[in-house]
Nanobody, 123 residues
């Protein structure tokens, strides 16, 4: 089992940047594929980005491609999401998740979840 804690959320103006972190504890972090999802009020949880256990493969939602970058540091048991050129529509609670199997885009493929961190982008 792995425990996940997100940090780095906050309030930022449109066009600004934030970097989210997801710190893992418990079982070996490097054995998990990892992902970021987000959920806006009244909407379903949506895929943002995912990264393989080695960091060699990454996936992005079309809505964030070219603006967001997912990365991980297995030595620090931490995953990151660098978010640039933020838009008001990026406002949501952002969750990190761990997948015991392969990298994926669907929320139900993930086994462990953090509590989320709020990102608010003002226009």
């Amino acid at each position: 089992q792995v425990q996940l804690v997100e940090s780095g959320g906050g309030l930022v103006q449109a066009g600004g940047s934030l970097r989210l972190s997801c710190a893992a504890s418990g079982r070996t972090f490097s054995s998990y594929a990892m992902g970021w999802f987000r959920q806006a009020p009244g909407k379903e949880r949506k895929f943002v980005a995912a990264i393989s256990w080695s960091g060699g493969s990454t996936y992005y939602a079309d809505s964030v491609k070219g603006r967001f970058t997912i990365s991980r540091d297995n030595a620090k048991n931490t995953m990151y999401l660098q978010m640039n050129s933020l838009k008001p529509e990026d406002t949501a609670v952002y969750y990190c998740a761990a997948d015991e199997d392969d990298i994926g885009r669907r929320w139900y493929e993930y086994d462990y979840w953090g509590q989320g961190t709020q990102v608010t982008v003002s226009s």
